[in-house]
C-alpha cells in the first residue's frame, strides 16, 4: 500500500478551490515543528499565494487584464506549490497525522489503473534564455496530463528517488520551464498522472543543458 501523502497537483481546482485550499495549507504548515524549508519552499509558496489572491480578487471588475494577470498569478503559485508540496512528503515520510497538520489535503486512495511509463518523453532546449520545451506523447489509455519532475544542481546531488525532485503538473502532454540558470545542466523526468494517491510511474532520466 503506497504512503500516505498531500496532493502535489492543483490543476482541476478552481481558482476559489485553490485560494481556500492553499490559505488552509500555508496556516497549517507555517511554524509546524514537523517541518523545515531550506531552500525558501513555504516562503515563496505564500509570497504566490499573496500574488494570486490579490489578482483573484481583483477580476471582480471584469477588466481583461486583471484576467491575464490572475492567469500568471495562478501559474507562479502552482509552480511553487510543486516545489513545496513535495518536500512536505519528503519530510513526513507517510505520517497521516503530520501531513493533516499542515492544512493540506490528504490524496484519496483511487481507482489505481497502472500508468505506464512515458512514451517517447523529450526534454528541449526552448527558443528563449533559461527555457526548457518537456513532452511526451498521449497515452493510448485515459490519464489526467503530466508531472514533470526536475532537480536544480545548486541544491547539490539529486536525491535518489525521483519523487523528492522538484515537479510541475499540467493537464496536457507539453510544458515549457522557465528561469533555469542558462548554460547548466538539469535532470528531468516524466510521469502520466493517474489517482491523487497512485505512485507515479517515472521514465528514464534526461539530462539537459538550459538554453542561453
Given amino acids: 500500500m503506497s504512503k500516505f501523502k498531500i496532493i502535489i497537483s492543483y490543476t482541476d481546482y478552481s481558482d476559489a478551490e485553490l485560494d481556500a485550499t492553499v490559505n488552509s495549507g500555508i496556516k ?18 505564500t509570497t504566490a499565494y499573496n500574488a494570486f489572491h490579490t489578482a483573484l480578487s481583483a477580476i471582480a471588475t471584469g477588466n481583461k487584464a486583471t484576467i491575464t494577470a490572475k492567469d500568471a498569478a495562478r ?6 506549490l510543486g516545489i513545496l508540496c513535495p518536500s512536505i512528503n519528503l519530510q513526513a515520510n ?8 499542515t ?3 490528504i490524496a484519496k486512495e483511487g481507482s489505481h489503473q497502472v500508468m505506464g511509463v512515458p512514451i517517447n518523453f523529450k526534454a528541449e532546449r526552448g527558443n528563449n ?7 511526451a506523447d498521449k497515452p493510448s489509455y485515459t490519464d489526467h496530463g503530466m508531472v514533470f519532475a526536475f532537480w536544480n544542481p545548486i541544491y547539490g546531488e ?9 515537479h510541475r503538473s499540467c493537464n496536457g502532454h507539453v510544458l515549457t520551464i522557465k528561469n533555469l540558470k ?7 523526468a516524466a510521469a502520466y498522472k493517474g489517482a491523487d494517491s497512485d505512485d507515479l510511474v517515472w521514465s528514464a532520466v534526461v539530462t539537459k ?4
Fill in 28 to 45: 497549517g504548515t507555517t511554524g509546524n515543528a514537523n517541518f523545515t524549508f531550506t531552500k525558501n519552499e513555504l516562503t515563496d509558496t
Fill in 75 to 80: 501559474k507562479t503559485l502552482e509552480d511553487k
Fill in 94 to 101: 507517510g505520517d497521516l497525522a503530520k501531513l493533516q497538520s
Fill in 103 to 105: 492544512g493540506f489535503p
Fill in 129 to 135: 534564455a533559461g527555457e526548457m520545451i518537456l513532452s
Fill in 158 to 166: 539529486a536525491p535518489k528517488s525521483i519523487d523528492d525532485w522538484f
Fill in 182 to 188: 542558462p548554460g547548466t545542466s538539469y535532470p528531468f
Fill in 209 to 212: 543543458m538550459a538554453a542561453d
